[in-house]
């Protein structure tokens, strides 16, 4: 557990001035290829994962802000990278940059407000509350390194949320309602004083602590701390929560997801791969947060795809943490395991990844079982590999992938058509949306697209011929 800073300096002062302190200064450091292992050069990572940074590991300052008559609005819908923006001013009209979360340029624009409901007292700033699993355990629970007692009875507590998220706490709906309610409890927080912004307003005094993991590119190894004790809190309240039969190595798997949300095409071999290997194979969403907790309380190693579930690895106990790269190259998760991981293994599905084009929310990638045994055969403890035929479907399926993520669409198309002559009985029509959809996420024409799917219609028609039966043409 760290030692909770004591905030009496800032608490005491009456000068009416805005104010900061600093417990945490920022800092950059190398990272340490000893910890660091990847099928791929590190080279990837230092451009593809921390981007922005130089190729360097941030640790964000940790502070606490005291505002005079600070001005707040409910979230802006936005269209472009966040699907909503935080309005937050200082008594000048000035935005509060330092406690602004998920900064955008419409967020550093000075306002005048008015006629904002004033509202008096002494107010505790916990962020933006996105209230879904992985953002709740990222971002909520990293602001929680104080003492909320220190700040008396009645101070309230201050979130912005969405309107559909606010409704889910006041009806008491949801699981990820629980999870955030588990957090307040552990750290202190009542329930009856955490209030949302759902108007414009003026708060007469507000404090803000910016938090341990500054998403999404920065973290530091003191947020393991806070993790350590919502899990204290959580056992001691569910003692019997388990999952039973998990071992020591568990793989958090996403192949059970319902939609398309960055998971694998093909989830069921990667999930048998991780079973022969020794690990228990676990879909979180099958079981209550508690028993998530105590199973990777006591896990030494932790699998998993790139997404929620993975943030459950910093409750293992200095484990070590394969991270199954989803094609996102999203920054924020990998930073906070590497801080807190023995070492971390990071596994890139396609190991040309110079010509991955970066891919959304809704990627669906090919993990080859060969590469999967490759980049983790080094890990103490697990099962060894036995000897056998890789997925057949490897040799041809693959290279379809890799192309369709360079946006080839002819080599994507060429491909197809060999697997299809060679290998007839490997083939699965179910491929095509999923390549499709790489396509596209690599920045493919209409016309190109086009072009692919009257390939695709021909492969189909062939490999139906083949069969003796009949195939649906493909679309777009």
């Known amino acids: 557990m760290i030692e909770v800073p004591s905030l009496e300096e800032l608490l005491k002062d009456e000068s009416g001035r805005d104010l900061f302190w600093t417990w945490l200064q920022p800092a950059k450091g190398a990272l340490d290829?000893?910890?660091f292992r990847s099928n791929v050069p590190l080279r990837c990572f230092r451009t593809r994962v921390l981007h922005?940074?130089?190729?360097?590991?941030?640790?964000p300052a940790c502070r606490m802000f005291r505002y005079q008559r600070l001005r707040m609005t409910p979230l802006v819908p936005h269209a472009r990278k966040y699907p909503e923006w935080v309005r937050i001013h200082d008594s000048q009209g000035r935005p509060a940059r330092e406690i602004l979360p998920r900064i955008t340029p419409d967020a550093l624009r000075p306002r005048a407000y008015r006629d904002p409901v004033f509202r008096p007292g002494r107010f505790v700033y916990l962020g933006f509350v996105l209230m879904h699993y992985g953002h709740l355990l990222t971002e909520f629970l990293s602001r929680m390194w104080f003492d909320p007692a220190m700040f008396g009875p009645e101070t309230r507590f201050l979130v912005q949320a969405r309107e559909e998220h606010q409704n889910w706490w006041r009806e008491g709906?949801?699981?990820?309602?629980?999870?955030?309610?588990?957090?307040?409890?552990?750290?202190?927080?009542?329930?009856d004083r955490v209030e949302f912004v759902d108007r414009e307003a003026e708060y007469e005094t507000v404090f803000a602590p910016t938090p341990l993991n500054d998403y999404p590119v920065a973290s530091r190894p003191e947020v393991a701390s806070l993790y350590d004790?919502?899990?204290?809190?959580?056992?001691?309240?569910?003692?019997?929560?388990?999952?039973?039969?998990?071992?020591?190595?568990?793989?958090?798997?996403?192949?059970?997801?319902?939609?398309?949300r960055r998971t694998y095409y093909n989830g069921a071999e990667v999930d048998r791969a991780f079973a022969?290997?020794?690990?228990?194979?676990?879909?979180?969403?099958?079981?209550?947060?508690?028993?998530?907790?105590r199973m990777l309380q006591r896990a030494r190693v932790v699998a998993g795809e790139e997404g929620s579930a993975l943030c459950g690895a910093m409750f293992a106990k200095r484990p070590e943490v394969v991270y199954l790269e989803s094609g996102r190259f999203h920054s924020n998760l990998p930073n906070m395991l590497y801080h807190h991981a023995e070492r971390l293994h990071y596994v890139v599905p396609h190991e040309n990844w110079e010509g991955i084009a970066p891919v959304s929310l809704f990627s669906k990638l090919y993990l080859p079982r060969r590469t999967l045994e490759r980049s983790i055969s080094g890990i103490p403890g697990a099962r060894p590999s036995e000897p056998q035929a890789f997925a057949a479907e490897d040799a041809g399926y693959l290279p379809m992938f890799e192309a369709a993520q360079r946006g080839d669409v002819a080599g994507c198309a060429e491909q197809l058509a060999r697997l299809v002559q060679r290998r007839p009985g490997s083939f699965q029509p179910d491929v095509l949306p999923a390549l499709l959809q790489n396509l596209r996420e690599a920045g493919s024409t209409e016309q190109l697209m086009e072009l692919f799917s009257k390939a695709a219609r021909e492969v189909l028609h062939f490999h139906a011929g083949l069969r003796g039966g009949s195939a649906a043409p493909t679309n777009h």
């Open 173 to 191: 709906v949801g699981f990820s309602r629980e999870i955030m309610q588990m957090i307040c409890r552990a750290f202190g927080v009542p329930l």
């Open 52 to 59: 922005g940074t130089g190729g360097a590991i941030l640790l």
């Open 33 to 35: 290829a000893e910890r």
């Open 276 to 293: 022969d290997l020794g690990y228990s194979v676990v879909h979180p969403e099958r079981h209550s947060f508690p028993a998530q907790v």
């Open 229 to 260: 004790r919502l899990a204290e809190h959580v056992l001691e309240r569910h003692p019997e929560a388990d999952v039973p039969g998990a071992g020591e190595h568990v793989f958090l798997s996403r192949s059970a997801l319902p939609g398309e």
